[in-house]
């Protein structure tokens, strides 16, 4: 949004008299996400690439009557009875960015198309430049192969949740989930089938826990979920609850069946505790709990 802002106080020295929109890529199209002064001739907020010839062609466009070559398919046709428009791409290393239109009484005269076309390359690189941080942002957060947050989002967001639970006074409770017998998966079926085991397990925390919990996955077949409001008997349920349903939902595979189990650690933070106690604790009751389960298998 900052960068966005910047471009009207450019186009206000740039280009006095100039209304203007920044519309970016949303859906099939483009959509606005700015848009500043008073049109001389209105253009639609949300429309397809195929209804702007600056979209169609990359290169700018300008319209100054209703029955010019090319006129945009988003104005209002009627407008250019007395209004111009300009539409410039937002183009950058070859990647579309959006687009920038402009419009005023008076057509913009050969040295204004190049004043909003250095514009439209300084807006196109920096909007780039900033999707390329938020890129790079995400991926050093997200597990590539789920799409959860990874282990060092999860140890950053574990000490903030606890300080909001202590302030308001409520309970709050950490899940470490481990996948039984992964490696078994991986031999037997190929890490193709241990990929869609991930997936399945995934696929369940989120479709069976709250909007306000937390979900991560900490690494191979290891999950974590912080459970807001929720002590000890609430955490302990949610656990049985998610062991029940991985059990009753099989994950296919090419056309193969693959029964999951996963073992459970739950605890609620204790006074005093922090983050690092707490999920020491749930990991260590999840592995006796896997413990135990192979001791009443043999």
Not at 75 to 90: F, K, Y
Not at 133 to 157: F, S
Not at 206 to 225: A, M, Q, W, Y
């Amino acid at each position: 949004e900052e960068a966005l802002a910047a471009a009207p106080r450019a186009a206000a020295v740039l280009l006095p008299e100039a209304a203007g929109q920044v519309l970016v890529p949303g859906g099939e199209g483009v959509a606005e996400a700015w848009r500043w002064g008073e049109p001389a001739v209105a253009s639609a907020s949300t429309f397809q690439h195929g209804q702007c010839w600056a979209l169609r062609s990359g290169q700018p466009v300008q319209a100054e009557h209703p029955q010019a070559a090319r006129v945009c398919a988003h104005l209002r046709a009627e407008d250019l009875a007395g209004g111009v428009s300009l539409c410039l791409p937002l183009t950058a290393q070859g990647e579309p960015q959006g687009l920038l239109n402009l419009s005023r009484w008076r057509p913009f005269d050969p040295r204004e198309r190049q004043l909003a076309a250095s514009l439209s390359e300084q807006l196109s690189m920096a909007m780039a430049n900033l999707r390329l941080q938020e890129d790079l942002r995400a991926e050093a957060v997200r597990d590539p192969l789920t799409g959860l947050h990874n282990r060092r989002w999860l140890a950053e967001a574990m000490p903030r949740e606890l300080a909001r639970a202590r302030r308001m006074r409520q309970p709050l409770a950490v899940l470490m989930i481990d996948l039984d017998h992964f490696k078994r998966y991986n031999d037997s079926h190929g890490h193709a089938a241990g990929d869609a085991a991930l997936h399945h397990v995934c696929d369940v925390l989120r479709k069976n826990v709250r909007e306000s919990d937390l979900i991560g996955r900490l690494g191979g077949d290891e999950f974590g979920v912080i459970l807001a409001k929720a002590d000890q008997a609430q955490a302990n349920a949610k656990a049985e609850s998610l062991s029940r349903i991985l059990q009753s939902r099989p994950c296919m595979h090419e056309g193969k069946t693959l029964t999951l189990t996963c073992s459970f650690g739950a605890y609620m933070f204790q006074r005093g505790e922090n983050a690092a106690d707490a999920i020491a604790k749930a990991d260590r009751a999840m592995y006796e709990r896997k413990r135990g389960r192979k001791a009443a298998a043999r």
